[in-house]
């Protein structure tokens, strides 16, 4: 998560093709696949000014609407579903604000809330929206965390008590909507603690476990991810310096403690920046550059440990701009390649099958505009 965020730049937590190769074979689709799911998925797409609606049926092919793509309120941009794919979370400097998913999977913006931009979090049990910002979307040390009610209707009380815990920056939730992992800061907003922070049935938030840390001087950004399980934290910072990130590997225990249990300082070597897990667990997916090229890594994970072995099982070539999962984890998007606006060059979106070994598999492509998509969600 970058503690200097640019005014005008959308922050969203959780993480960013024509051809296939990897060490284990070429394109096709895999007999050992993961199933895909029963229901129809949609991806809502943002392109400058307009939001896509595709779906995605059971062969994975996409389908844009026929009443895509649509113009959203000032620009707004999709930033955070709702696990339950009753609304999303749009973006517009200087606001957040929900939007209903309609039962013709279009967006309805009835709703007049509004939160302030800054880092959002859902409840991943679909009960609380958690936003830590003040007016402009900036965070410093006395900056609170608001706690907002997911009511009937896109309405949003303010849970009693709310705000909450200032001075911690909320990066991620555990599967089961227990704790909110943060980072402290101090007054010239550098990380010093990994905060742990409980998550009440009513929503009232209270530390229960400060674990302080230090960084190299020359970081930029520090970002936290929860394994799918619940029992490890993942922490990375990327050093301008050394041009690399640094993994950390914390096991969490169940009143939210923290324990190292791996470190691996030269996990970014040459640009391995970390990307995120399937749903099971067992792989991450890396974006891995060099002098020389770049690649989407598949990544095993040792299960008792926690541990990630940087020595690919697979590679894609190419610059990936990751937009994670569909809930199955049978399915994996990305866009390439990253174009700069108003070049005449369309982004292509590429939609995979995951096997059981961690390979991916191209199914379906779909072009986006001239720019790159400001934000993909992923619902059911």
Known sequence: MSLKPKPNTILSPFLILLSLVSTGGCGGKSSNSVPPPQNREFLYVGNETTISVVQIDSSGKLQELPSSPFTAPNDAA??????????LILGAYPSLFPAAIESSHLLSFASNTKFAMGYPLIDPRGRFFFDAADLGGKFTSSTPIHVYSIGANLSFPEVPGSPFEPGILPAVTDPEGKFIFGFGVDAAQNVNAIVTIQIADTGTLTTVNTLPVAFNADYTDVFGHVHPSGQFLYVTNYSVQNYQYALTVYKIGATGTLAKTAFEPNFGLAG??????????????AQHCSSAACS???LSVDQSTGAINTTPLFSLPGWWNLKGFDRSGARLFAVTPESECNLGVSDVLTVFDVSMTGQLHPTSTLKFGSCPPSGLLVVQ
């Open 272 to 285: 391995l920046g970390f990307v995120g897990f399937n749903p099971a667990g067992t792989f991450v997916y």
């Open 78 to 87: 999709p930033v955070i579903a709702d696990p339950q794919s009753r609304f």
């Open 296 to 298: 989407l890594d598949t």
